[in-house]
């Protein structure tokens, strides 16, 4: 697996289309790292650490991919660098009804 | 790392090597935990495990119940069990599969004294007093690395669980399981979404099939409660931490196992027929995962969490993991290894799990660990159906 290193934001497989905040990130510039590769997004909001970033627009009900593996599909339309979590993103798995 | 590392433990007549010495005082009907606990209280250095349940289960349930006292009384940790409980079949029955390993045993009953539970407390203390004389002899001795048999969890889990904390519990099993060591972990619907990744890890096609059956199980089971997962798991500390979904979840939370094939499926609290690496199907509640690994004879476990989990084993010292920096900080004394280098980009993961391995193999040889000294532990009964 890919190792986190100084850069703001880590994106684990090239296939990823989110990115994961390695410290709290502002509006604006980020780093992020993909095994060699580094990239530069823009935050479009405050990310807390740990939480994702979108690094592509993603329509309503877009597969979302970190790990190099689908983790739910977008629930609305997601811009470049919007922090993507429950409120835009629904798992595929064991739901009710 | 020497080529054949090894740690100071207690060899036991089953031919295991136990890392802690304890008596066991093993209470297996919940109408006799009073006496168990009056007796562990009297007797210090021993362990206390009662379980509320032991009457009115059946089928599966009562195959769970049963597998769990068993394994906990075989458990190499304690030198010798003693158990308590209702009637004297059910502690014969029990005391007799414990000592099929060697075991020193004895069994206590409350119809061996006409129902007087003090009594009972009374010659329970007599009998713990002997066996504890008896483990009292042990000494500890050089034992391979290979003869761990290791349990890994993660609770509480936050997105540098996924990023670290889990990937250097796998890299500690790996570095077991190439020595010739036993890693167990579960947590069932923690494989949710990840059983593709999972099932090509399986040493062959049947454990693939049965990776991806005992998931599609608990999936059924969950939906057929007519709730989400969501919020329950990722619970709402998970989803604090980052955690979107349950597959995000699950992806970061099997690396945890590390990367050698998965040898069996195994049920709650079934030992394992070989070594190397082995995935339990239970639930995904840490303490009744852990009591599964215990009872299935792992000896020490490692429990990775992101924001921290004070809950350890009570049989097997548990040693906790986080990189989240803030909580290493903030929970010293609960955080056993301190992995937020590798998060920060200061230190690589294979040298903070050559560290987190070295660190294994002393507490194997008896150093303890925050859980054990502050005794933030328990046994935990897993139930898979209701009594009758």
Known sequence: ?????????????????????????????????????????????????????????????????????????????IKPGAHVH??????RRARAG | M?????????????????????LLVLCINGLTSPAARRIAASLPGSRLVATPYGRGQFGADKAAHERQMVGLGRNPNAGATLVIGADRESVDHVAAAIATVGKPVEAVALDDVHED??????????????????????????VSAAELFVGIECGHSDATSGLVSNPLAGAVADRLVDLGGTVVFGETLEWLG????????AATDGVGQAIRDV?????????????????????????????????????????????????????????????????????????????????????????????????CNALAPTLKISAHPEAVQRLREQIDIDASAVLLGTADLEQVAAQAFDLLLETASGTATWGEILDETAEVFIRTGSSY
């Open chain 1, 1 to 77: 697996m890919t190792q986190p290193t100084s850069c703001e934001a880590i994106a684990l497989d090239p296939s990823d289309n989110v990115a994961t905040a390695l410290r709290a990130l502002e509006p604006g510039a980020v780093s992020v790292r993909c095994g060699e590769q580094i990239s530069v997004v823009t935050a479009a909001e405050p990310i807390p650490m740990g939480h994702k970033l979108a690094l592509t627009a993603l329509d309503v009900g877009a597969p979302i991919r970190k790990y190099g593996s689908v983790i739910g599909l977008a629930t609305a339309a």
């Open chain 1, 86 to 91: 429950v409120h835009n993103l629904r798992s």
């Open chain 2, 2 to 22: 020497p080529a054949n590392p090894t740690f100071l433990g207690y060899r036991r007549p089953s031919g295991r090597a136990g890392v802690r010495n304890q």
């Open chain 2, 117 to 142: 539970a003090l009594a009972l407390a009374d010659r329970g203390l007599r009998a713990g007093a002997r066996l504890t004389h008896a483990i009292s002899r042990a000494r500890r001795e050089p």
């Open chain 2, 194 to 201: 990840a059983e593709h990744v999972l099932a090509t890890r």
């Open chain 2, 215 to 311: 998931v599609l199980q608990r999936e059924a089971a969950v939906a057929a409660t007519g709730t989400d997962l969501l919020g329950n798991n990722p619970g709402h500390e998970n989803i604090r931490g980052g955690l979107s979904s349950i597959e995000e979840k699950s992806l970061g939370a099997i690396a945890k196992g590390g990367s050698r094939p998965i040898r069996s499926v195994l049920a709650i609290a079934q030992a394992p027929d070989t070594t190397g690496l082995h995935v339990m199907d239970g639930p995904g509640f840490s303490p009744e995962s852990l009591t599964g690994f215990a009872a299935a004879g792992a000896q020490v476990m490692l429990f990775t969490t992101g924001a921290g989990n004070s809950f």
